[in-house]
């Protein structure tokens, strides 16, 4: 049986790692050091960590990978391959040729489509009918190894960015366990990139929340569902921040950011049609119905969002 080392962090790949331990052995567990985490910034193991301990893996948590010192490390275990998910660090050559059979990867899309650090909100932002997993070997380039297997699965009218995390986190792990087998006897040959079909989905930054009311009505339904639940979305009313959590799109044509009252319900004008907010927050207060927000604050209506 084929001696693994798992590399992960956060919880979209805790499904896989508990498949691998089901199904192989695995000798090792690769994950990001303890770090502060929630409004308390109390310091916390990852996901991945804590699957490792409860089933007494050994853990080790380099602050570099590529540096000496952890290449050691991890020469060590001596693994036949490298599973990696969501690590959080870019793994060199010399980190990547370590196995006998080198490293794989699953990662959150249908490669070369969406190649980078946010797919998951990249394919909702962008309007694709489909997303997937791809299982590829990995090379020292952002996501352009070889594919070894890919899963497509459709995009509910309604996906947010929680919903399909949650999705390909299970359908990564599935198809992981299913790929293995004929990767390492050789039946499962890797198979080159399109680069010339090639799409980046970068690291996202806080700021790409703040909703800018000049863009379409569609593109910010869009955004509000794939930043669902981080970095979530905001636009600024009377001085304060009022975070957007969902809502859905109408025809008609206002002014961007005017709240009115449209056809019985609250509208905000986009750069081409109107954005019905249905929950939102003002900050440091609870999550309301756009109904029970705008009960408390009539001013509400035919105000200028910014």
Same mark, same amino acid.
């Given at each position: $049986?084929?001696?693994?080392?798992? $590399?992960?962090?956060?919880?979209? =790949?805790? %499904? ?119 299982? $590829?070997? $990995?090379?020292? +380039? ?9 899963? =497509? ?16 986190? /299970? ?18 040959? %890797? ?25 379409? /009505? ?7 569902? =794939?930043?669902? %639940? ?19 799109? +109408?025809?008609?044509?206002? /002014? ?26 003002? =900050? ?23």
């Amino acid at each position: $049986m084929a001696q693994i080392v798992f $590399m992960g962090t956060p919880e979209f =790949a805790v %499904p896989a790692l508990k498949l691998l331990i089901e199904h192989h052995t695995v000798i090792g567990v690769v994950t990001q050091p303890d770090r502060p985490a929630g409004r308390n910034r109390q310091i916390q193991q990852s996901p991945i960590k804590q699957v490792a301990l409860a089933h007494q893996i050994p853990v080790f948590q380099p602050e570099k990978i590529r540096r000496a010192e952890a290449i050691a490390e991890l020469k060590q275990w001596s693994p036949d391959v490298c599973v990696v998910a969501a690590f959080g660090q870019i793994l060199p050559q010399s980190v990547l040729d370590i196995p006998t059979h080198g490293s794989i990867n699953i990662h959150a899309s249908l490669l070369p489509r969406w190649r980078g650090a946010a797919p998951i909100q990249a394919v909702i932002r962008a309007g694709d009918a489909e997303s997937g997993i791809t299982i $590829m070997k $990995m090379d020292a +380039g952002l996501d352009t190894g070889p594919i070894l297997t890919q899963r =497509a699965i459709p995009l509910a009218p309604d996906e947010t960015g929680q919903s399909l995390h949650d999705k390909l986190s /299970a359908v990564g792990g599935e198809l992981l366990i299913e790929t293995l087998p004929g990767y390492l006897n050789g039946t499962i040959s %890797p198979q080159p990139q399109d680069d010339s079909l090639t799409t980046y989905a970068p690291t996202i930054k806080k700021e790409e929340g703040f909703i800018d009311w000049n863009q379409p /009505a569609l593109a910010i339904e869009r955004l509000v569902r =794939a930043f669902t %639940p981080w970095p979530g979305t905001s636009t600024t009313w009377n001085g304060q921040q009022l975070k957007i959590h969902s809502g859905t799109i +109408g025809t008609g044509q206002v /002014a961007p950011g005017r709240v009115i009252e449209h056809q019985g319900r609250v509208a905000i004008g986009t750069g081409d049609g109107v954005f019905y907010p249905h929950q939102v927050q003002l =900050a440091g207060k609870n999550t309301l119905t756009i109904q029970d927000f705008v009960k408390g604050r009539a001013d509400f209506l035919n105000s200028q969002l910014v």
